[in-house]
């Protein structure tokens, strides 16, 4: 038993106040935890207590020296720190105790302090001169649990497909020859569709499942084995064999979708036109009625006017064709026709040219194509019917009398592909994720010079803050998808919205999974950029996920515009100024709340309650609608026609379109967070929500500042409360990458061995 | 002539104010240039003036209908508006003026406002329901003018290498077989070296000229060609060649140099290993000298401590290896030995393992590799020995006695490749940059539904945000890595001054260039992402230039630790009180300016005022330095050691490296304005900087808020601003990227045909 001035009664108290007083930890609140357990505590005598209480005074902080004994105190004892440990601080504690006291009991209260005030051995493991037996990562959390929240209620489908997985053909291995390379991903995706999985969003009465949120499921899964595999999947049963389902008619169901789904019938979705990508109703290709022949003539007007990047063009037999149609001279609008391409030699069809478009940065499994079309004829029955047709008699017919209503009704049907296609670049930032989190669990560099081991490069503040709120934000982009698709297979949900809601989601994701592999390959260093580790190869296949399925600037300012369009109704009936009307009446509710005591309080409680997240984001929609409305009111006055108004305001557009987003990402994040099961899981969760709203805010903090919704003190605290949890999640950190669920076999590679 | 309400001497105004009022254009100063103006013409009478001026009133804006009557008067002369006239706005209303009245001069006056208000087509264009004579680009500025400004001194042998690169053995193809695209490199560099470009920064004697800066616009210019040509040019003639002559001496320098500079030799540079990157004080390959033998034993001590990633490595003969010089027992720290390590059958030597690295993400063209060195013998005559040598007594001996100083002093000759880095990922910046503007100067997407042609997307806002900002920084990078070689080149430089330049430096232009490249491929949709177009293969090839000669993160903390050792004379005589009473007295000074008043000016000719951003820059720099050695004073009174101080403060050093990276980039280009000649151009590259200060002020306006340095109205008319002064630049965009000096055979891709 060594001497000290201390107490048995405070000594376990000191590593606790060494860890809040050397780093500044404590807000008010944070400091009544404190005050609690000491309150709380049989062991300490009361003058113990007072001494205690007296080192908790924020006003009057314990001197320097004093902490410095506290130190001394510590390192003197030779005890060793066990990371691994349930609650590693309380325990250091014990054992100091007991190297200088008889009598050592562990303490209860001592727990409650670790666990409400989050310190975690990474914030003081550099503190203590002590020996840390030190383990990457802590089993505090289930990976397993986490696992199967996300997966939701397809969890026993997605194990089973998993294991599938493990089938060698679909070992990941670089290929540099396109033609090889397309050769294997053909293979897979016919393997898959023969096993029923193309299917599976189909009537059972075609193979499938009429199961949307599983068959998003196994695209996302598929994501973790290859990019090109995925999106030749995705152009094959989702948008070739989809574009049947959800364009067609019975007729066409029983003609080809079974075929579709099982890959015995290979299709492409000819959308986009080289002049003409974001602005899908400007396409050039016309289908023009015959009534001679009963036929439609498709065509390629101009040299420029082929359809481009169209995926499996180059394997393809059919193509659904996006054309305007034209009967008796009159142009009906953009509309889609089954035309074969290749003949059953695999020639392309007479009029039909093909060719191939060559190298891309990634994706270089997917054959993609150009086509042009000159003057080929099918049969009027090829028309995708179920929006628009052509009567016996030759006429065109619609339900749908408002042509451009009729437009983005057809659109419309694409959304499920959207959100796929978020859904696919987010497993890329999971993959990216999970690969650099584990090998900064692995990688050191640097020391002191005291030490021989150098340090662990996850626990460095910049590695930590360049991957840890990007877990979060992948937990809430999850969920906020898995919504979606849930919401996309409910019949009765108002589709404008969910167009709307996706445009934006879709946007937002794609450009956060990009950031995310980017930052993860640099994490990696070296080992990053060589092909074998996967992420450089995830990092040129996702990159083009900003632009396929609509342009991510384009959709942005959709989202904005769905905004804007939920005032639609009081706009037609009492105009602009009543819809501003409106607008400044529900910010100012919101604006009640913002007072100078609202703008600086800076205590954790306040800080971390999703109320304060929820209202920050609320605010902001509501505030950018309303300075939108009022500058696009503003142009209209002075005679700027919409169009123009509209191009002037883009940028703010923008801005709208992701405040949007990230409110509905969070707001679904919490809805869940809400529905789970107490316990340690949900915890976690809301530690994840309250990372993911602190950094959003903070990410946007100018604006905020600008409005004087928060002052400069919060806006400091917020910075640093970010970093704080952070580091807080830092041991969970691996648990929280494998609770991504990525099969282990797409994890072998030579960085993480 | 039509009939107007309006007399003529206000009549060639109105379009004018119609501009100003449709926008709300004007600050306060800027009020006053046309104030000016009309108070000057003599064409107005009287009563016309006093109309023109109460026009004028922000407190009291002339009514919407009066705006509406002056569109209306515009509309209905059915005047043209020819973009490419010298002064389009001024024409539009002489002729104007001419439909509706008989005596139609042009008013000189109104250049004037044209002129000081910037106002450009692309701002008014969709303004008025006119017909636009348009035209992509304006003239108004010389390409070729620009070009010979960046070219600087060397403007000659630039030029003239130009036109040697247009040999077709230097065109661009893409090669997916990685042993075919080596072959093509090494005989690409053998010609290089063979005609002396590979030498320039040797001594004459050696076959060069002594020129570093003229190395580094070759290598920059290389970049044009192929990034894998480019960096394998680096390793050979840079890294390789560049070893023997900073680090050998003459012995080494008559024995190799020539040979090295004509590629006659080939090397490679072996610092790197697998375990340790940033950290190469820790490496463990040793070579221990054996008196026996008067020779050098190199040895990999473990499997895992091989070289790596060593560029030139199946190719290279001889390198230059980093490894822990150990003399009688005694480890001297990391030295350079010249190791052969193929024979004259290209064979690896004894004891010496060669592995491929295998496919990266980009530079397929260079051979990296691994190396392994068993017990290898090399004579002690191959210690590149210039700060560091063994007498033929077997004893070590340096001039250099501190050992840190030392090992410091041999990466410092490392600075120059740094810098040639920097520039080659900024080249690839400004490749993506042209291939993005052109394009977008040529395709067209969306329009009104009154016109038949869809507008160029680079006339649209989000378009000019994402390109010509980023324009402007290169520009500003471009002119501060010039100065930079320039200092490096200087004997009488402080070398480590430069090398806290060129660290942050490095980074900050690193970054910025992949972000450019990735948005360029966005901008460019699906034919960025092809690979023919060059921007995917750029961005393939830039992104490893984060890591390479430094990891960014590592050389940002490595700024921020420079500027706080100008503090060190200070902080060694009378601690770090006496430093933070230093920094807290400059500050102070800076503080002085900083009232009310100056926190909400939002006036054009403060905004625009160079003064103005060096203060914010200056201001920033200092508040950063002074916090964070109050930070780390605090950590170290505490008992918190150095290295764990330094580890706790590392996302502020992040902070400080970047703020003061961009202080000096800015005061470096604005130090080149003061430089210039008066002129158009001068002016043109002043509103560069203009945007580059504002740019960058607003990217970080939230800190700037958080200080209360800037209001909340002034940080958003800075915004406006930015995005203002970026459609100011829309017309000359074209000329802007040409001045970058692409050699045309370099364009001549698919996506420009």
């Known amino acids: 038993m060594q001497k000290t001035s201390y107490s048995p009664g405070t000594l376990n108290y000191i590593p606790f106040f060494y860890v809040i007083w050397a780093d500044n930890l404590l807000s008010i609140s944070e400091v009544a935890v404190v005050r609690r357990a000491i309150k709380n505590d049989p062991m300490p005598t009361l003058e113990d207590k007072a001494l205690l209480l007296g080192w908790l005074d924020r006003e009057n902080p314990p001197l320097d020296n004093e902490i410095k004994n506290w130190k001394r105190t510590i390192s003197n004892s030779g005890v060793k720190l066990v990371e691994s440990e349930a609650f590693p601080l309380s325990t250091l504690s014990q054992k100091i105790v007991c190297h200088y006291a008889a009598d050592c009991p562990f303490n209860e209260n001592l727990k409650e302090i670790e666990v409400n005030l989050g310190i975690q051995p990474n914030h003081y493991r550099h503190l203590f001169e002590v020996e840390t037996i030190h383990e990457g990562t802590s089993h505090y959390f289930d990976a397993t649990e986490i696992d199967k929240i996300l997966k939701g209620n397809d969890a026993m489908e997605i194990d089973r497909f998993r294991k599938f997985l493990s089938d060698p053909i679909f070992n990941w291995k670089i290929e540099r020859d396109k033609s090889v390379f397309r050769r294997k991903v053909l293979e897979q995706v016919q393997i898959l569709g023969n096993k029923g999985y193309g299917a599976i969003a189909y009537p059972r009465a075609y193979g499938g499942k009429g199961d949307m949120s599983l068959y998003a499921s196994i695209f996302e899964t598929l994501m973790f084995v290859d990019g090109s595999l995925t999106i030749k999947f995705g152009v094959q049963f989702g948008l070739f064999g989809g574009s049947i389902q959800n364009l067609g008619t019975k007729k066409h169901h029983d003609q080809y979708l079974r075929n579709a789904g099982s890959a015995n019938l290979l299709g492409c979705f000819a959308m986009t036109e080289s002049r003409h990508g974001s602005n899908v109703r400007g396409i050039k290709t016309t289908a023009t009625y015959d009534k001679a022949s009963d036929s439609l003539i498709i065509h390629t007007p101009g040299q420029d006017d082929n359809k481009v990047y169209i995926g499996n063009a180059l394997h393809a037999t059919m193509a659904s064709v996006f054309a305007q149609l034209i009967v008796n001279g009159k142009n009906e609008g953009v509309h889609t026709v089954l035309v074969p391409i290749r003949n059953n030699k695999n020639e392309p069809m007479p009029g039909v040219t093909i060719k191939d478009n ?26 995708l019917n179920k929006y628009g047709d052509i009567g016996k008699d030759g006429k065109y017919h619609s339900d749908i009398k408002n042509p451009n209503k009729r437009f983005f009704t057809m659109l419309g049907t694409l959304v499920g592909g959207r959100i796929c296609v978020a859904k696919g670049a987010l497993s890329g930032a999971k993959m990216a994720l999970t690969i650099a989190v584990k090998y900064a669990l692995k990688r050191r560099q640097f020391s002191d010079n005291v030490k021989i081991q150098e340090d662990l490069i996850m626990d460095y503040p910049t590695h930590q803050m360049r991957l840890i709120p990007a877990v979060a934000e992948t937990y809430v982009y999850h969920i906020s998808l898995d919504r979606m698709i849930n919401t996309y297979s409910d019949a009765s949900t108002d589709s404008r919205k969910l167009e709307t809601h ?16 980017q930052e993860c390959r640099e994490a990696c260093g070296g080992k990053g950029y060589m092909m074998e580790n996967r992420i450089a190869d995830l990092k040129g296949d996702v990159d083009i996920f900003t632009t396929f399925e609509g342009d991510n600037t384009v959709l942005m300012q959709l989202a904005a515009k769905g905004v804007l369009s939920d005032f639609k109704a009081e706009y037609e009936t009492s105009g602009i100024s009543s819809v501003l009307k409106l607008l400044s009446s529900q910010l100012g509710e919101r604006l009640s709340a913002i007072n100078p005591l609202y703008t600086n309080k800076v205590d954790k409680d306040h800080l971390y309650d999703p109320k304060f997240h929820k ?3 609320d605010y902001r929609t509501k505030r950018l609608t309303y300075t939108l409305a009022m500058r696009i009111r503003d142009y209209i006055k002075k005679g700027v026609p919409p169009y123009q108004a509209f191009l002037k305001v883009q940028t703010h557009l923008m801005a709208l379109g992701k405040a949007y987003s990230i409110e509905l990402a969070y707001t679904t994040f919490t809805d869940f967070i809400d529905g789970m099961a107490d316990g340690k899981t949900r915890f976690l969760f809301q530690k994840l929500a309250v990372l993911y709203g602190l950094h959003e805010i903070k990410k946007d903090a100018s604006w905020y500042l600008e409005q004087g919704y928060l002052g400069g003190t919060k806006s400091k605290a917020i910075k640093q409360r970010v970093e704080r949890l952070s580091s807080e999640l830092r041991p969970h950190i691996e648990v929280l990458v494998d609770g991504f669920g990525i099969p282990e076999p797409c994890l072998r590679l030579p960085i993480l061995d």
């Open 358 to 383: 060559g190298y891309k940065l990634g994706l270089n499994g997917v054959d993609n194509g150009k086509i042009w079309f000159d003057q080929v004829k099918v049969p009027r029955e090829n028309l």
């Open 615 to 617: 209202h920050a984001f």
């Open 502 to 517: 996706v445009a934006g989601l879709k946007a937002l994701i794609t450009w956060f999974c990009n950031d995310t592999i």
